[in-house]
């Protein structure tokens, strides 16, 4: 088969980690003889500077013609002033609003090898093993008004947390879905003390909940779930959660496994059907690190390409269905850990490491 990729690098060390997570997917390639045509564009930053936008149309083309975007990471102090009318940032919350990415999942794994990059005791961790379903086109990122303005009494500024029982319903329902083909336990997380639109959110998954009498729903509050992560987080299953929550959940369940630099992220607008070997006829979905463009480490080649490597994996697995090849990655992953390569930011004191561009010869030579 034939698959079209946009690989979209970004700024920082995403292109850096992007072209780890290519060579891989060429190692694939060889190994079970599919084709992988590459697309890219300029995203974020970078594209701020070469054409005043984060998302040129261009870029935006390559990505409408191809089967799944490839993501790397976007933004960097140089873009930083707040009062910026474009910001990086721009360029994937337009790509997952416009390509209609509301379900964000992210997997959170332990790599026993890496239990002393964790801040948590190993006891803490031992069988943690959860996804976080993020809503990702809705909620207090894309809520109207959002804006500043002047007043007599100084500047003032909104956001807005709005959902219509339509968004909270179809992502709800992708928790369920994958609860049922893992341990069917589902917790949703709100605010609803505080916030009404946090009511609307339990209300409707306690409704949905009736669909799956087999899937355990344990609503929580957001801030103690916050708390719950660290101090039992194997207790979780699947997470699912409003878009600003799960931004900020996602990066500290990411820390229980030693680094950010280790998760990968799947943006769908779909989950796939049974028969998920054809193509998706729905716009592409987007797989990207959680981590962002780490500015400090850029151009340094020590990045982790890990996280990228595994949303390759990602990519592979749920939009062209090709299991097989999705399972080789993560092995070829676990092996490299396993044999005691290293990148700085998950290496032991005194344990030797490996750069970036090491780190991904030696997965893709694993992939079997
Ligand atoms: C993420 C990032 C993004 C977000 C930024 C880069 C806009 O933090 O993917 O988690 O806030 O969604
Ligand atoms: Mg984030």
Redesign the pocket.
């Known amino acids: 088969m034939s698959y079209k990729i946009a690989a979209l690098g970004g700024d920082g060390i995403g292109p850096e980690v992007v072209a780890e997570a290519m060579k891989v997917l060429d190692a694939v390639r060889h190994r079970y003889g599919h084709v992988f045509e590459w697309g890219t564009g300029p995203v974020g930053g970078a594209a701020i500077d070469e054409f005043g936008t984060a998302l040129p149309e261009a870029t935006f083309d390559v990505v409408r013609q191809s089967d799944a975007v490839l993501f790397g990471?976007?933004?960097g102090p140089k873009w930083d002033d707040p009062r910026a009318k474009v910001r990086p940032?721009q360029g994937?919350?337009a790509l997952r609003k416009s390509l209609g990415l509301f379900a964000n999942l992210r997997p959170v794994r332990m790599y026993p090898q890496l239990a002393h990059s964790s801040p948590l005791r190993p006891e803490r961790l031992k069988g943690v093993d959860l996804i976080i379903i993020r809503e990702l086109t809705g909620g207090l990122?894309f809520g109207k008004p959002k804006k500043r303005w002047e007043t007599s009494r100084g500047r003032r500024a909104v956001d807005t947390l709005s959902y219509t029982e339509k968004e909270i319903e179809r992502v709800v329902r992708v928790g369920f879905e994958l609860a049922r083909k893992r341990r069917r336990k589902l917790h949703s997380l709100d605010k609803m003390n505080v916030m009404e639109s946090s009511r609307l959110w339990r209300e409707i998954a306690t409704e949905v909940g009736k669909e799956y009498p087999d899937v355990q729903l344990i609503h929580m509050l957001a801030d103690n779930a916050a708390m719950q992560l660290v101090l039992s987080p194997a207790q979780f299953d699947v997470i699912v959660t409003e878009?600003t929550f799960g931004?900020i959940l996602?990066?500290e369940a990411s820390i229980l496994g030693g680094s950010m630099g280790m998760l990968p992220?799947a943006s769908l607008s779909s989950l796939p059907t049974a028969d998920s070997s054809k193509p998706r006829k729905s716009s592409p979905a987007l797989y990207?690190p959680?981590h962002?463009s780490a500015p400090d480490i850029a151009g340094k080649g020590i990045a982790n390409p890990i996280a990228a490597i595994l949303s390759a994996a990602m990519m592979l697995r749920w939009s062209f269905g090709l299991h097989t090849e999705a399972d080789a990655i993560e092995h070829a992953v676990d092996g490299v850990l396993a044999e005691g390569y290293r990148t700085r930011d998950i290496a032991a004191p005194g344990e030797r490491t490996v750069g970036t561009t090491d780190m991904g010869d030696i997965i893709a030579g694993r992939v079997v």
């Open positions: 990471a976007v933004g940032e994937i919350l990122y878009n931004d996602s990066d992220s990207e959680i962002g």
